[in-house]
C-alpha cells in the first residue's frame, strides 16, 4: 500500500521522476488539456453562435451545458471500463472520439446538431482526465506521486484562464468553427504519441458491470450539476428549475451509494472513505472545487463589466494568475514528495483566502497591476492547495484502487465547484440589482469577493483534518510491525 506522509519533518530526498514517467506525463497532459479546456473556450462564443445559427439564449446555452452534463455523466463509468479493457485502449479511444466528435461541432450545420455532437465530445472527454490520472499515478509510485500530481494538475488549474483568452482570440480573427477545428490536428498529436508512449498495463479482472449503480451514478450527478447551473441562470434557489433536478439528483445519489455498500460488485468503491487520509482528501478536494472555481468566474466578469475590457484583453489580464500557478505546481509536487500534502494545504489554502480579500475591496478605479499582482499571489496559493491535496489521496491507495478512487474525486471536484459558482453567481446578480453607478456596481462585485474569500476560508477546516490524518497515519506507520520479507531479512541481517 502507498505509505502516507505526516508532518513537516523531511522525508529522504525522493527519486528522479525519470524519462518514462515525463513521457507519459506529457502524453496525458495532450488529452487532459483538451477536455477541461472545452469546458471554458465555448462560453465567449455562444452570442457568436446564437446569431450565426439563429438560435437563442434558451437554446444555445445546452452547447455548453450539454457538454458538462456529459462530462459529469460518463465519469463513474471510467474506472470499470479502465479495468476492464485496460487502461491505455481507454484513453486512446477516447482520444480519437474526442478528436471526431470535435470536427464534427465545426461541421455543425444547426444548433441541434452541434448540441448533440457536444453531448458526444463531452462523453469522450469525461474520461480522458480521470484515465490520465490513473496512467500517471500508476507509472510514479507513491514516493513521487507529488510531483506527477503537479503536471496533471495544470490543465484543471489553467483551463479556466486559458479557455476565455483563446477563445476570444478565435472569435476575434476567425470564424467559431475553429474552436472546434483547433482540437484536431492536437486530437492526431495526441493520438499517434499515446499509441506510441503510453505503456500497455496488464488488464485487471473486471467484475460484471454495475448496471443499477451506473444508472443512478450516471444520473443523479448530471441532475445536481444541472440544478445547479441553473442558479446562476435564474438568480436564485427557489425555481422549480433548480430545486427538481437538484432533489432528484442527490436522492438518486443517496441511493448509489447505499447500493454501492451493499453490492458485491459495485461500480465504485465506497468503502475507501473509511480510510482517514482519503476522506479528509476528498472532502478537501470538494471544498476547494467551490472555493476556486467559484471565484473564477468573477474576476473575468469584473473586467468585462467595470472596466470595459474585451474577452481577449481579460484573458491577458487572468495571465499572471496562470503564470503563478505553472511555475509554483512544480514546487509545490517536490515539497508534497518530502512533507505531505496536509501541510502544504493548509498553509495554500490560507494564502489564498488571504489573498482574495483585495478584492472583495475592490473599486471601479482600482490599480490594475495591483490586482494583477494579488492574482499572481492567489495563483500560489491555489497551487500549494489543490496538488498536494489530490497527491495525498492518492498516496494512501494501493494501485489497484486508484480505478476506483479518481473517478470519485474527479466528481467531487466538479460538483464542489458547481456549487461554488452557483452560489457566487446568485449573491452577484442581487448585489448588483439596483446598482446604478460604476461605484455601486463595483461594491455588488466585492460582495461577491467577500462570499469567495468565505469559502476559501472554509476549505481550510477540512484541510487541517487532512494534516492531522496523515499525521496520525503516519505515527501508526511507524509503529507497524515490518511486512513479512522485511522481517526475514532482518532475522537474517541480525543472524550475520
Known sequence: MFRDQGNFSPRPKPEPLGRDVWRVGVVVLLGAMMSVLDTTIVNVALETLGKDLDAGLDQIQWV???????????????????RRFGAKQVYLTSLILFTASSALCGLAPSVGALIGFRILQGFAGGMLLPIGQMMMADAAGPQRMGRVMGLIGVPTMLAPILGPTLGGAIIDNLSWQWIFYVNVPIGIVAVIAAWRVLPRPAREKADPLDVRGLLLASTGVPLVTYGLAEIGATGGFTSPKVIVPIVAGLALVALFVRHALRARF?????????????????????ALGGAMFGAMILVPLYYQGI???????????????????????????????????????????????????PFALIGPDTS????????????????????????AAFATLDRSELSDATPQLNVLLRVG???GTAVLSVILYRSLDGAATPAAQASAYGAAFWGATALTAAAIIPAIILMRAERRARAQNAQAPPPAEQREALIEAAAV
Open 64 to 82: 455548453a451545458t450539454g457538454y458538462m452534463l456529459a462530462l459529469a455523466a460518463v465519469i463513474p463509468l471510467t474506472g470499470w471500463a479502465a
Open 368 to 391: 490594475i497591476p495591483f490586482l494583477c499582482l494579488a492574482l499572481s499571489l492567489r495563483g500560489v496559493g491555489v497551487a500549494l492547495s489543490f496538488m498536494p491535496v489530490m497527491a
Open 417 to 419: 465547484g458547481s456549487i
Open 307 to 357: 472596466r470595459g475590457e474585451t474577452a481577449f484583453d481579460t484573458g491577458l489580464l487572468l495571465g499572471p494568475q496562470g503564470i503563478a500557478l505553472a511555475l509554483t505546481m512544480p514546487v509545490a509536487g517536490r515539497l508534497t514528495d518530502r512533507y505531505g500534502g496536509g501541510p502544504l494545504a493548509v498553509c495554500g489554502v490560507t494564502l489564498t483566502a488571504v489573498m482574495t480579500i
Open 266 to 286: 459495485p461500480l465504485l468503491d465506497m468503502r475507501l472513505y473509511r480510510r482517514p487520509t482519503f476522506s479528509a482528501a476528498s472532502f478537501t478536494v470538494f
